[in-house]
């Protein structure tokens, strides 16, 4: 297992791979984080970076917060400059390298929008993802007729099913994803794309929720005002806390939330859509009443 030690005025802490995610995405986002901690334990400014390896304060920005890849030789300039002992520069040098790997993803080419990939890459390494969703299924809870019915563009639909599908890949692999669920009410009122549909789809929630790392919980209409009213959003969790990351679905487009205090405010948003919302048993009770007809 390759590893470093990083000191600083905090104490200092163990890089290792066990806690360096593989997606590209997200060991491109912890470099950055690292670049960004080792510049300020240096106490070198942004503009003072970029003079050093020709570039601008706006570039090095872009690097420590993933929105740019770093080459390798940035990285050795920039362990010079924040004087970063030998073993943790290669190890940063190495993240580089992989972080310029391609992830699954790239295989769909543009059946995966620019604004998505990003999520994709950090799903894939999450530990955990929280989601509340006021329309529709979750895209890791959702059957192929589903997601068929849900696709716009009928000639790709048989590419964006099999996005969905090795998504959810994830919630059985040998390092599962723990997802937590809470969906409001109105997902099963929806017929998307027909009664035969939905019946299936609600069934197959019921069996997913039986995994030990799925939670599903129901958010009925009689709760009335709830603290999720703006909408839907999912919470990606890691074993790495600061790459905690809320992201927002627009139309075309994408938010991504990463500064601590918005994550936090999710989190409790979150927390208390559990407590209003109806617990695992009743929710199930629910799911199977509506697949009766009942």
Same mark, same amino acid.
């Given at each position: 297992?390759?590893?470093?030690?990083?000191?600083?005025?905090?104490?200092?802490?163990?890089?290792?791979?066990?806690?360096?995610?593989?997606?590209?995405?997200?060991?491109?986002?912890?470099?950055?984080?690292?670049?960004?901690?080792?510049?300020?334990?240096?106490?070198?400014?942004?503009?003072?970076?970029?003079?050093?390896?020709?570039?601008?304060?706006?570039?090095?920005?872009?690097?420590?917060?993933?929105?740019?890849?770093?080459?390798?030789?940035?990285?050795? &300039?920039?362990?010079?400059?924040?004087?970063?002992?030998?073993? /943790?520069?290669?190890? &940063?040098?190495?993240?580089?390298?992989?972080?310029?790997?391609?992830?699954?993803?790239?295989?769909?080419?543009?059946?995966?929008?620019?604004?998505?990939? *990003?999520?994709?890459?950090?799903?894939?390494?999450?530990?955990?993802?929280?989601?509340?969703?006021?329309?529709?299924?979750?895209?890791?809870?959702?059957?192929?007729?589903?997601?068929?019915?849900?696709?716009?563009?009928?000639?790709?639909?048989?590419?964006?099913?099999?996005?969905?599908?090795?998504?959810?890949?994830?919630?059985? *692999?040998? *390092?599962?994803?723990?997802?937590?669920?809470?969906?409001?009410?109105?997902?099963?009122?929806?017929?998307?794309?027909?009664?035969?549909?939905?019946?299936?789809?609600?069934?197959? &929630?019921?069996?997913?929720?039986? &995994?030990?790392?799925?939670?599903?919980?129901?958010?009925?209409?009689?709760?009335?005002?709830?603290?999720?009213?703006?909408?839907?959003?999912?919470?990606?969790?890691?074993?790495?806390?600061?790459?905690?990351?809320?992201?927002?679905?627009?139309?075309?487009?994408?938010?991504?939330?990463?500064?601590?205090?918005?994550?936090?405010?999710?989190?409790?948003?979150?927390?208390?859509?559990?407590?209003?919302?109806?617990?695992?048993?009743?929710?199930?009770?629910? /799911?199977?009443?509506?697949?009766?007809?009942?």
């Amino acid at each position: 297992m390759r590893q470093a030690w990083r000191g600083d005025t905090e104490g200092g802490h163990l890089l290792t791979e066990a806690t360096v995610d593989s997606s590209p995405t997200v060991r491109r986002r912890q470099l950055g984080m690292e670049l960004r901690r080792l510049r300020e334990a240096a106490g070198k400014s942004q503009r003072e970076a970029g003079e050093y390896i020709d570039l601008t304060d706006t570039a090095i920005s872009k690097m420590e917060t993933g929105d740019r890849k770093v080459k390798v030789a940035y990285v050795k &300039l920039l362990c010079q400059l924040y004087d970063v002992d030998a073993p /943790l520069a290669g190890f &940063l040098e190495g993240l580089a390298r992989e972080s310029d790997q391609r992830g699954w993803w790239a295989d769909y080419g543009n059946t995966v929008p620019w604004w998505f990939k *990003d999520f994709l890459g950090m799903e894939t390494a999450a530990a955990e993802v929280w989601t509340y969703e006021s329309e529709y299924i979750p895209g890791l809870l959702q059957t192929r007729q589903y997601v068929e019915a849900v696709t716009e563009a009928a000639e790709s639909s048989e590419r964006f099913a099999e996005v969905r599908a090795e998504r959810q890949k994830r919630l059985t *692999d040998d *390092d599962p994803l723990k997802l937590r669920a809470v969906l409001n009410e109105a997902v099963l009122c929806r017929p998307v794309g027909g009664p035969g549909v939905m019946s299936a789809q609600i069934q197959h &929630l019921i069996d997913v929720s039986k &995994l030990a790392n799925v939670t599903i919980q129901l958010l009925p209409f009689t709760v009335g005002f709830h603290p999720a009213m703006a909408g839907s959003f999912t919470a990606l969790r890691f074993q790495n806390a600061p790459m905690n990351t809320v992201y927002v679905e627009m139309t075309g487009a994408a938010i991504y939330m990463e500064k601590l205090p918005d994550v936090q405010r999710y989190a409790a948003v979150f927390e208390r859509l559990t407590e209003l919302a109806q617990s695992t048993e009743e929710t199930l009770a629910s /799911l199977s009443e509506t697949v009766r007809g009942g």
